[in-house]
């Protein structure tokens, strides 16, 4: 049936059965698809506004699943993180990650790599499990931001502190991702051991149609700075708000208009024609 409200309307819904038969082919098939070599990751840059130069990058999942395609994380991460499979995608994008971190540095390519998180993968354990990765690869601690996403560092989610504080401690950069939809304030977020925060894309999407939106991102700037962090705008999709974005004085952008996430080989493509 189609659907009521914004985006494309949908000719097709599937059943409820349909829904939950593909649920647990995502469940039962996440384990091959970890073995079997299905997962990607896909790498989006980051660019600064002001110079305009290539900072990094950050890690998308991707799951090329045999009988139902490319499928996007929005659809399997909030699975693996009902059946407690998230560890293992977290490991899974650490990894690949700070192997192409290595690659970049050893051609001279100083690029940070941010992952995402699932508050989680937050545990007692997780810091080691950094540490080791940092290590095995070779890779300097400042080069790995870790997102985690406003309601995870939520006032509530106290657990998560420890670990947070001692992923910083190792030296790596902690961002606070999709920040302007939940309900942090900016007292909570000084207590937190964080870098940069990332505005949610609803917001820099809506800065060319609405003027609400605007005033959001002016202030969530001009706060970031005020707590000495650096901000991210995401969604950046068109010259016009990456001017209006420079101009407020915003560090950082990523957007379509930069470039979509690539596989690591195009990327890399993408980095030799800027060079060019
Ligand atoms: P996110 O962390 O907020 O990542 C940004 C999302 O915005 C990505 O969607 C990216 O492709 C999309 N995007 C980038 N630029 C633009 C733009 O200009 N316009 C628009 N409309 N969208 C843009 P993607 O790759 O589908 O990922 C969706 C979410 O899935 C991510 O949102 C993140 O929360 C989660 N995710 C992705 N990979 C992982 C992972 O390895 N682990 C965990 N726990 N979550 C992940
Ligand atoms: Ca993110
Ligand atoms: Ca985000
Ligand atoms: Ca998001």
Known sequence: AAREGSGPVRCYEPSMGERADRRLALIRGFGPAVTD???????????????????GVEALARWE?????????????P??????????????????????????????????????LSVGSL?????????????????????????VTESGVSA????????????????????????????SSLAHLRRLPVDTVKIDKSFVLGMGTETGDVAVV????????????????????????????????CDVAQGYLVSKPLPAGCLEQ???SLAE
């Open 37 to 55: 070599g299905h997962l990607r990751v896909h790498y989006q840059p980051t660019v600064s506004l002001e110079g305009r130069t290539v900072l």
């Open 65 to 77: 699943h045999p009988e139902l395609g490319a499928l996007l994380p929005d659809e399997f991460v």
């Open 79 to 116: 699975v693996l993180e009902a059946t407690g499979q998230i560890g293992g995608l977290t490991e899974f994008v650490l990894d690949e990650s700070l192997a192409a971190a290595r690659r970049w540095h050893d051609r001279g390519m100083r690029l940070s790599v941010a992952v995402n």
């Open 123 to 147: 545990d007692d354990g997780f810091p080691d499990l950094v540490a080791a990765a940092l290590d095995r690869h070779g890779v300097p601690a400042e080069l790995l931001i870790l997102e």
């Open 156 to 183: 509530e989610r106290e657990y998560a502190l420890p670990a947070l504080r001692r992923l910083h401690a190792l030296g790596c950069r902690l961002a606070v991702d999709d920040f302007g939809t939940g309900q």
């Open 218 to 249: 002016r202030a969530i700037v001009e706060m970031g700075h005020t707590l000495g962090l650096t901000v991210v705008a995401e969604g950046v999709e068109s010259a016009a708000v990456r001017t209006a974005l420079a101009d407020m004085g």
């Open 270 to 272: 993408w980095l030799d």
